[in-house]
């Protein structure tokens, strides 16, 4: 009797898995296309192609302030997106479960990625932030200031979400664990899956695969695990039901039509003419 209570308060893993290729897609338009494009275009460059690992932008005639805002454009989309998501869960507090944890995902995905690339490409002297640092006086005291910020907002990611993933996790064990781990191991292997999957797809360079996909992708959002390790392995102070992601085939139905999208649009890429260097 107890195993079937426990199965009929457990989500539904194919939906919650569903819901991780949604969130992984959205946060990658959001860093190259937004982030990137978005601002690439606003600041008088232009937009070559877009794919899930990279933004050719043609900006080399542009003051380098205005190129700095191109190469920081796609962690800053990232964070703020992150924030707005953060900001529509707790104000609109959507009572279903299953748009909950859409946007509960959606902010912590976005600003562990945030935090992930931040603490990453100073130190490591790739990608978006070592183009950034290039020319700067105090070069040193930029890079631990952009570690340090990439710590904190990780760490306050984790807080939140640490929080707020409890909300599903109910105040008993072993069915809490279970459920924090579903809630955020399952999403991470499924996006990181994918997103390293057809980063290889991509025309330009295969280290892109390393250095965006792994690095930022697998190592920035796998703050994730820590969320579901805490949320999982300490007692809830309520006694309440957890709520339930149910099973949706709408947004099964959806996530298998993304990655078909993903891997035949953004993973050779949208093209918009010219040649560029990829940020």
């Known amino acids: 009797m107890t195993?079937?209570?426990n199965l009929a308060q457990s989500s539904d893993a194919l939906t919650v898995a569903a819901i991780a290729v949604l969130v992984y897609l959205l946060a990658t338009v959001i860093h190259e296309g937004i982030g990137h494009g978005a601002t690439c275009a606003s600041v008088g460059g232009k937009v070559i192609s877009i794919t899930s690992v990279y933004c050719e932008c043609e900006y080399r005639d542009l003051p380098r302030n205005r190129q700095r805002m191109v190469e920081a454009?796609?962690?800053?989309?990232?964070?703020?997106f992150g924030l707005i998501f953060v900001a529509g869960l707790i104000l609109i507090r959507p009572a279903s479960p299953t748009w909950r944890y859409f946007l509960l995902l959606s902010a912590l995905v976005n600003?562990?990625?945030a935090g992930g690339y931040l603490m990453v490409s100073p130190l490591a002297g790739f990608g978006d932030w070592k183009a950034f640092l290039e020319g700067l006086s105090g070069k040193w005291?930029?890079?631990?200031a952009l570690t340090a910020i990439g710590v904190l907002i990780s760490l306050a990611a984790l807080s939140f979400g640490r929080e707020q993933i409890a909300w599903f996790c109910g105040a008993t064990d072993p069915p809490r664990s279970r459920q924090a781990w579903m809630l955020t191991a399952l999403p991470y292997a499924t996006g990181a899956l994918v997103s390293c999957s057809i980063a290889f797809l991509n025309p330009v360079d295969k280290f892109l695969v390393v250095s965006s996909a792994g690095a930022a992708t697998l190592g920035g959002t796998c703050w994730l695990l820590w969320v579901g390790y805490l949320a999982g392995s300490h007692a809830a102070n309520w006694d309440f039901p957890p709520a339930i992601?149910?099973?949706?085939?709408?947004?099964i139905a959806l996530a298998l039509a993304a990655v078909v999208a993903w891997a035949a649009l953004l993973g050779p890429g949208i093209s918009f003419g010219g040649a560029a260097s990829p940020h």
């Open 73 to 80: 454009g796609g962690t800053a989309a990232n964070l703020i």
């Open 245 to 251: 992601v149910e099973s949706n085939f709408i947004l």
């Open 141 to 144: 005291a930029w890079t631990l």
């Open 111 to 113: 600003l562990f990625l």
């Open 3 to 5: 195993d079937q209570v």
